[in-house]
């Protein structure tokens, strides 16, 4: 079993869905959680940071960790056609260590 | 403030070469990691270098080694280059004692090995 595992998509939606992407993880020492935009030929993006549980939302973006069932999810309201890229989860144990990314998502807004 | 910066953009390269690759962290970052990106993989994790010490190595053989400099910046080598290891790579920076693990990256040097 792969430490962290990712829908690999494609995922396309009509411009304006709600869009959801997860990741599920087996190890339940990591406390980081993170969300990458990596858009075609380019360097991951950070696009959300979280520690432990919760929710947080930023703009359009919601990403909410629930670690009792090792399962992190990324909401996109009013997805745009700029949003098509893929989305990479990932996490780690410390503040500090190595991060341990998911395969990522691919995902297409369709105007 | 620049971003995380890497050279070259493009590389090809024969069987059997070497390859040094470089990455400029952002001013101020002293941890530098290594990403391997192939073809429909996910992010696979290399190297991590902190002030100059190599803190930890993912699953790669030793061909697969690099440093850091005094002035953080860094160099990934690849001795012996197979095929496979065709990819992009990536390099990240980040701020180890801010209390957060947050990576920022660099646009990668593609590397094609024919």
């Known amino acids: 079993q792969k430490e962290v595992e990712q829908d690999p998509g494609p995922l396309s939606v009509p411009e304006g869905a709600i869009v959801s992407l997860n990741c599920t993880y087996s190890?339940?020492?990591?406390?980081?959680f993170m969300w990458y935009r990596q858009y075609s030929r380019k360097g991951p993006e950070l696009l959300m940071y979280t520690y432990s549980s919760g929710n947080k939302e930023d703009g359009r973006f919601t990403a909410q960790v629930d670690k009792s069932s090792k399962y992190i999810s990324l909401f996109i309201r009013d997805s745009q056609p700029s949003d098509s890229a893929t989305y990479l989860c990932?996490?780690?144990?410390?503040?500090?260590?190595?991060?341990?990314f998911g395969p990522g998502t691919s995902l297409s807004v369709i105007p | 403030e620049a971003g995380v910066t890497q050279s070259p953009t493009h590389l090809i390269k024969t069987r059997g070469q070497q390859v040094t690759l470089r990455c400029s962290p952002i001013?101020?970052?002293?941890?530098v990691y290594w990403y391997q990106q192939a073809l429909g993989l996910g992010l696979q994790f290399l190297l991590w270098y902190d002030e100059g010490e190599e803190r930890n190595r993912g699953n790669f053989p030793p061909r697969f080694s690099g440093r850091q400099f005094p002035n953080y910046s860094s160099e990934l080598n690849v001795n012996a280059l197979e095929l496979e290891d065709s990819a992009l790579y990536l390099c990240?920076?980040?701020?180890?004692?801010?209390?957060?693990?947050?990576?920022?990256f660099g646009p990668g040097t593609r590397l094609t090995v024919l």
């Open positions: 190890n339940s020492a990591f406390q980081y």
């Open positions: 001013s101020g970052h002293t941890s």
């Open positions: 990932a996490m780690s144990k410390t503040s500090y260590d190595k991060v341990i």
């Open positions: 990240a920076s980040s701020f180890r004692t801010s209390g957060r693990n947050e990576q920022f």
